[in-house]
């Protein structure tokens, strides 16, 4: 994950500024979605798990493949009017990560990764993403920062979306939370980015502050341009059954 922050300007501009920075922790979680659907795309169950490596997550999916074969092994006719049901995985990667930089001044990131992407990112590419810290810090409302990366099906573009230059917005949407909402118009093999901030200690004493990232799969083809981020919650759109979420939380170090 510390790949995406290295090209990554809110990033590179403090390093420059501070070139004694250091990343105090990262965290990431590896969540593997198993999908059954229907033979008309009808989403009928959706099972979330979460691994700390990659590796423990590519070798549970290799044994659920294997069991769902075996388990259809004796399945040898389809009777009409049946419902004949499809599984697929997809593999998300979502983590934290922590940088300090003064004795009271941190950087705070959130930076997501589409492994294996779900299939309806194959018709639209839509997402929510939104970072929120508990009150033992506060976010400095002039470092608000996000990226969108997308790479696009039909040519193999690797698109960019920023907040520097206005194609991305960055809302506040709470204390000491942010998020942005992104609608891309065309389909998406991989999408990746980041949400960040600069933060500071409100207790010179305190020695943790939990933090929370979350990324939303939308799941529908919505306008969902309106939303809210609070702690600990994470995301709220309103709207029922629209979003697959993937979380992380962590407790950061701010010692």
Same mark, same amino acid.
Request: proline share 4%; aromatic share 12%.
């Given at each position: 994950?510390?790949?995406?922050?290295?090209?990554?300007?809110?990033?590179?501009?403090?390093?420059?500024?501070?070139?004694?920075?250091?990343? %105090?922790?990262?965290?990431?979680?590896?969540? /593997?979605?198993?999908? %059954?659907?229907?033979?008309?795309?009808?989403?009928?169950?959706?099972?979330?798990?979460?691994?700390?490596? &990659?590796?423990?997550?590519?070798?549970?999916?290799?044994?659920?493949?294997?069991?769902?074969?075996?388990?259809?092994?004796?399945?040898?006719?389809? !009777?009409?009017?049946?419902?004949?049901?499809?599984?697929?995985?997809?593999?998300?990667? @979502?983590?934290?990560?922590?940088?300090?930089?003064?004795?009271? &001044?941190?950087?705070?990131?959130?930076?997501?990764?589409?492994?294996?992407?779900?299939?309806?990112? /194959?018709?639209?590419?839509?997402? @929510?993403?939104? /970072?929120?810290?508990? =009150?033992?810090?506060?976010?400095?409302?002039? =470092?608000?920062?996000?990226?969108?990366?997308?790479?696009?099906?039909?040519?193999?573009?690797?698109?960019?979306?920023?907040?520097?230059?206005? &194609?991305?917005? @960055?809302?506040?949407?709470?204390? !000491?939370?942010?998020?942005?909402?992104?609608?891309?118009?065309?389909?998406?093999?991989?999408?990746?980015?980041?949400? =960040?901030?600069?933060?500071?200690?409100? *207790?010179?004493?305190?020695?943790?502050?939990?933090? *929370?990232?979350?990324?939303?799969?939308?799941?529908?083809?919505?306008?969902?341009?309106? *939303?809210?981020?609070?702690?600990?919650?994470?995301?709220?759109?309103?709207?029922?059954?629209?979003?697959?979420?993937?979380? %992380?939380?962590?407790?950061?170090?701010? &010692?």
């Amino acid at each position: 994950m510390s790949e995406q922050l290295k090209d990554y300007e809110p990033y590179q501009e403090l390093i420059k500024e501070y070139p004694n920075a250091q990343k %105090v922790q990262s965290n990431t979680n590896y969540i /593997l979605s198993e999908i %059954v659907s229907d033979q008309n795309g009808e989403i009928i169950k959706t099972t979330e798990k979460t691994f700390s490596d &990659r590796k423990s997550m590519d070798k549970y999916q290799e044994e659920k493949e294997i069991e769902n074969i075996q388990s259809n092994f004796n399945v040898y006719t389809v !009777n009409p009017g049946e419902t004949v049901y499809n599984t697929t995985y997809t593999q998300m990667q @979502i983590g934290l990560s922590l940088y300090k930089y003064t004795s009271n &001044r941190l950087f705070v990131a959130c930076v997501y990764d589409w492994l294996t992407p779900p299939a309806t990112l /194959l018709d639209y590419t839509k997402g @929510i993403v939104g /970072l929120a810290l508990a =009150s033992m810090m506060s976010m400095d409302g002039s =470092s608000y920062a996000g990226r969108v990366t997308a790479v696009q099906i039909t040519s193999g573009k690797v698109k960019n979306y920023t907040s520097s230059n206005g &194609r991305l917005s @960055i809302q506040a949407t709470g204390n !000491n939370t942010i998020g942005y909402f992104f609608s891309l118009p065309y389909a998406s093999s991989d999408v990746y980015g980041v949400i =960040s901030c600069e933060a500071y200690k409100n *207790f010179p004493e305190v020695n943790y502050c939990n933090a *929370f990232g979350e990324y939303d799969s939308i799941n529908y083809i919505l306008d969902i341009s309106n *939303f809210s981020v609070s702690y600990p919650t994470g995301i709220s759109i309103g709207t029922a059954n629209v979003k697959t979420p993937y979380t %992380v939380n962590d407790a950061l170090n701010l &010692r």
